[in-house]
């Protein structure tokens, strides 16, 4: 089994996985801690090269038509930041989530459909988890952008005149995996929907993956 995941090692690491999930974190992770006039610059470039990677790290798939939509996509987001208009950058946010949900069901059934646990494997659980976690945090944003007061915001969302998306990525995060420090406070009904439905997600994608990469260790061990 460690000879299997060593094997994969080079391969995987060297590739868009990995380059993905670089990206991944340092969006999540990261950004944040920029001062706030850089995080849209920051957060429309990784989000760029989020959609390239994602698209380059499929499998059994027209690789070509998925790079094709992630071009439109990255040249939609790139508009709505410099065309001020509301219904350019609906579609947009509309867009990159139908993206990501596209992209967490592939990686899933690629990681179901592996024979062993490689490096990449595991590299695509982790990914898909970012994944659903941002494609949240921008529904979180979309309703804040609709309905200002759907949620409690210690500090404000503001940053700059312009809603700091930073704040969104930290309380959906700390949704999704059910740590609810309670800072940020859902107020309306259709946010703490959306709050139970985040939580809920975290919880069964954890145990749905956690449930398959051991299957397959077990199975490897057994053939071994």
């Known amino acids: ?13 060297n590739n868009s996985n ?22 849209e610059i920051a957060y429309n470039f990784l989000f760029s090269c989020v ?7 499929l499998q059994h798939v027209k690789r070509k038509s998925i790079v094709t939509i992630a071009l439109v996509l990255i040249v939609v987001i790139w508009l709505a930041d410099k065309v001020d208009l509301a219904g350019l950058a609906t579609v947009s946010r509309a867009g990159q989530g139908l993206f990501f949900i596209f992209i967490v069901i592939r ?7 592996a024979e062993n646990v490689s490096v990449k494997v595991i590299a695509d659980s982790i990914n898909g988890y970012l994944l659903v976690g941002i494609m949240f945090s921008l529904i979180v944003y979309s309703l804040v952008r609709i309905q200002p007061d759907a949620y409690h915001f210690p500090e404000g969302i503001t ?5 700091v998306m930073s704040k969104m990525f930290y309380y959906t995060f700390v949704t999704y995996s059910s740590t609810g420090y309670g800072d940020i406070i859902p107020k309306l ?8 439905l985040i ?3 975290g919880q069964l994608y954890v145990a749905i993956i956690i449930a398959l990469l051991v299957g397959k260790f077990s199975s490897t061990g057994t053939k071994g």
């Open 51 to 57: 959609f390239l990677l994602a698209a380059l790290s």
């Open 189 to 196: 009904p259709g946010a703490r929907s959306l709050a139970t």
């Open 159 to 163: 940053g700059g005149g312009q809603i």
């Open 199 to 201: 939580s809920t997600t």
């Open 18 to 39: 990995a380059l993905l999930l670089l990206c991944l974190v340092l969006m999540v992770f990261f950004v944040p801690m920029f001062p706030v006039y850089a995080h």
């Open 107 to 113: 990686l899933i059934r690629q990681t179901a459909r």
């Open 1 to 13: 089994m460690m000879e299997t995941i060593k094997k994969d090692l080079p391969l995987s690491f």
